[in-house]
């Protein structure tokens, strides 16, 4: 890798806040739930802004927490939409925040930089989660 490219990939990583976090491959035919496969990339991405403590849009995704705070429960933006609907990803405020197609605030993640998009690999794992029926 050229130090060029090696120095974009850095920045991109610090810019996701993801410099340990792997997105896990998880097997077609495995049901994809929080608390295994999520759970690690919402801490690493999104606790940040998310505190129990200064939670931003009032949504807290500390350890534990994160389930119970977005599935079936309504959006503080968008008070007639849930934010997961478990199995109905196309109604899920949550998938809307993830491909940027937000008319309130911004895509998420933000970040210092402005709001990005997580890799694909990685939304893909949100969708497989929501049409999996949002397992805890
Ligand atoms: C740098 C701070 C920051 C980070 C990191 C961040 N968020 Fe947010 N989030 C916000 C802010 C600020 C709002 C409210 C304004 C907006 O929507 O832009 C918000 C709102 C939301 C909402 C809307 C909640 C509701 O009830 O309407 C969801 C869902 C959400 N964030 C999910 C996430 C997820 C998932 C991640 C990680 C992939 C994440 N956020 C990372 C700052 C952040």
């Given at each position: ?12 990583m ?68 849930l ?21 309130i ?30 397992l805890?």
């Open positions: 890798m050229s130090p060029r490219l090696a120095l974009a990939v850095m920045l991109g610090a810019a996701l806040g993801c410099s340990d976090v792997e997105i896990p491959h998880v097997p077609e035919g495995v049901p994809v739930t929080y608390a295994d496969h999520l759970e690690p990339l919402v801490l690493a991405r999104c606790l940040s802004c998310h505190t129990a403590e200064e939670p931003e849009a009032k949504l807290v995704l500390e350890v534990g927490t994160g389930h119970g705070e977005m599935v079936g429960r309504a959006s503080t933006q968008v008070p007639e939409v934010i997961v609907a478990p199995g109905d990803v196309e109604s899920s405020y949550l998938w809307r925040k993830l491909i940027h197609d937000v008319e605030g911004r895509g998420m993640p933000r970040t210092v930089v402005g709001s990005i998009k997580l890799p694909d690999e990685e939304i893909e794992l949100y969708r497989r989660w929501i049409e999996d029926g949002a805890p």
